[in-house]
């Protein structure tokens, strides 16, 4: 079965830094775009940041040069490093594998979701 297990979540003061982690099972790593997305109390998931499996990063404006994505293709995981975070950050993330196929059939797989909650 596909797994995407996001860890590294927590508590964490204005200002600070965490380091979130995704490991994956079940997909061919190599070649899914590997993407970070966050949810905060009433609101919709958005999009943070992404990898292709080129590992060319992405990232929404609000994050950058604060966030960075990298990945492990060896250890089939996804980080996103986060700096100088902002009570705005406070969100449950998700960790996010995507795939469009040669028929352009689209694929997304989905963890659990790790909470950061950015707090004085």
């Known amino acids: 079965q596909v797994q995407l297990v996001e860890s590294g979540g927590g508590l964490v003061q204005p200002g600070g830094s965490q380091r979130l982690s995704c490991v994956t099972n079940g997909i061919d790593f190599n070649i899914y775009t590997m993407g970070w997305y966050r949810q905060a109390p009433g609101g919709r998931r958005e999009f943070v940041a992404s990898?292709?499996?080129?590992?060319?990063?992405s990232y929404r404006n609000s994050v950058l040069g604060r966030f960075t994505i990298t990945r492990d293709n060896a250890k089939t995981t996804v980080y996103l490093q986060m700096n100088f975070l902002k009570l705005e950050d406070t969100a449950v993330y998700y960790c996010?594998?995507?795939?469009?196929?040669?028929?352009?059939?689209?694929?997304?797989?989905w963890g659990q979701g790790t909470q950061v909650t950015v707090s004085p």
């Open positions: 996010n594998a995507h795939l469009r196929s040669f028929r352009d059939e689209i694929v997304n797989y």
């Open positions: 990898i292709t499996a080129d590992a060319v990063p």
